[in-house]
């Protein structure tokens, strides 16, 4: 019900907007979340907006260069990055839920499949 895509390969320095569609249901009442799996390591929180786009949320090694945004018309959402290092490097993930903390994994309900970022340095 929800499928990231706009990955690709990158220099460090560049940028690329992801983008997350959702279909058999709207998800204009679901908070969203981005979450990052590098190779080797745990999925990560990256960033989250509410479900009216008027509180968002950051890791902070990408604030400053990440923005969330969501068009609840469209019932889509998008995550995009600017001045792309090589530590961003990772299969990102888009998310929603209705309770819990944005910052929290479990309280996620609904996950896509995954889009790869490699950011090459």
């Known amino acids: 019900q929800l499928q990231a895509s706009g990955g690709g390969l990158v220099q460090a320095g560049d940028s690329l907007r992801l983008s997350c569609a959702a279909s058999g249901r709207t998800f204009d009442n679901y908070n969203i979340g981005w979450f990052r799996q590098a190779p080797g390591k745990v999925r990560e929180f990256v960033a989250a907006i509410n479900w009216s786009g008027g509180n968002t949320y950051y890791l902070d090694s990408v604030k400053g260069r990440f923005t969330i945004s969501r068009d609840n018309a469209k019932n889509a959402m998008y995550l995009q990055m600017n001045s792309l290092k090589a530590e961003d490097t990772a299969v990102y993930y888009c998310?929603?839920?209705?309770?819990?903390?944005?910052?929290?994994?479990?309280?996620?309900?609904?996950w896509g499949q995954g889009t790869l970022v490699t950011v090459s340095s």
């Open positions: 998310a929603a839920r209705v309770f819990g903390s944005p910052l929290r994994l479990p309280d996620y309900r609904y």
